[in-house]
Every structure is written in structure tokens, then in C-alpha cells.
């Protein structure tokens, strides 16, 4: 199995990439949350790498970040989420916020990504239920219980993931979930 690619990056046509190692090159897929980190054509890159063999082909994924491919591993275990879904996925929230939405069990946040409807989308959380939120979430749960309360509200209200975090970061550090949404609405309202 190839578990990793570090060469000269000679091609960009998202999904794909050309990684030349040695002289070969590899086209090896990647979820656009990698493509956007990648360097510029020309210049030497590393990829974790999840490699796919098929009856009718053989296919490399490639990824950034352990927690990326270790979640696309996850996914593509799920009966009926292929590995192109499970770069869709990727490709469409970050593995945080992947793990944020298995761990409060939204399934709204899953349906926002192309090629994923409402029953796929249960499904995804229920079978990663316990698997990826808890390993990759956990750094996205250090955030207190009230600030990610506050967070949940302010998407429940319609407002973009970026925005609730800008006005998170704004807010004190100890204050309750209801004075935090007050004083959140007012920031994001300014």
C-alpha cells in the first residue's frame, strides 16, 4: 500500500493533483480543504495517501493531515458512502466541524454539502457516532460547554459557522449561554 507521496507537485486540476516522485508521477485525488493548502506548482509537497484498488481501477486519494485521511477512512467505511462522497465531504466542512456536527448530531451541517441528502446524512451520523467525534472532536470540545452552546444557537438562528466563532471571540470568557447569545446577536447585528 503507498502511504504516503513526497515529490515536486508538477500538476493542479482540482480534484487531482500530479505529484512527481523520482521521475513518476502520481495523480493522486484530494479533498479541496488539501488542495487549497497545497504549494504552488513546481514546488515539493508530502501527502498522506489512502490507496483504492478496484476491478477497473486503481486510485490514490491524498490528504494534508492524519485527521483528514483518518476521517476519509471512516467515511468510506459507511455502506453506501463511496470514496468520491467521502471526498465530498471533506472537500465541503472541515474535519472539526465534521466532528462537531457527529457530536451534536446535526444533521443539517451534512446536508449543506453537495451529494449529501437528509437520509445519507442521518446515516453518517449514526454510524460515526462515538468513531470520529470523539478522537478528532476533542480539541473542538475543549471550547467550553457554554461557548459551543452559544456557537449552536447562533447557526440555529441562521448565521454561517464563521460568523458564530467571530462572535465567540468577542465575548467573555466566562459568560452564561443566554447573556453570551445576547451580547453575540448584538456584536453580529453591528
Not at 53 to 82: C, M, N
Not at 161 to 180: F, I, M, Q, T
Amino acid at each position: 500500500m503507498i502511504g504516503k507521496l513526497t515529490g515536486i507537485l508538477s500538476d493542479k486540476n482540482p480534484p487531482e493533483v500530479i505529484v512527481d516522485c523520482g521521475g513518476v508521477g502520481y495523480e493522486v485525488n484530494v479533498p479541496m480543504s488539501t488542495f487549497y493548502n497545497l504549494p504552488a506548482t513546481g514546488e515539493k509537497t508530502s501527502l498522506l495517501t489512502h490507496f483504492v484498488v478496484r476491478e477497473d481501477a486503481q486510485i490514490l486519494y491524498g490528504f494534508g493531515t492524519a485527521a483528514e485521511r483518518e476521517a476519509f477512512r471512516q467515511l468510506i467505511k459507511i455502506s453506501g458512502v463511496g470514496p468520491r462522497t467521502a471526498l465530498s465531504v471533506l472537500s465541503g466542512m472541515s474535519v472539526t466541524e465534521l466532528a462537531q456536527a457527529i457530536t451534536s448530531q446535526e444533521p443539517g451541517r451534512l446536508v449543506k454539502v453537495p451529494g449529501i441528502g437528509k437520509k445519507t446524512a442521518e446515516r453518517l451520523l449514526l454510524e460515526l457516532k462515538g468513531k470520529l467525534g470523539a478522537d478528532i472532536g476533542a480539541p473542538a470540545a475543549a471550547v467550553g460547554d457554554a461557548q459551543g452552546d452559544i456557537q449552536q444557537a447562533l447557526v440555529a438562528l441562521g448565521y454561517s459557522d464563521k460568523e458564530a466563532a467571530a462572535a465567540l471571540k468577542g465575548l467573555p470568557a466566562d459568560v452564561g449561554v443566554s447573556e453570551g447569545i445576547k451580547l453575540a446577536l448584538k456584536a453580529l447585528a453591528k
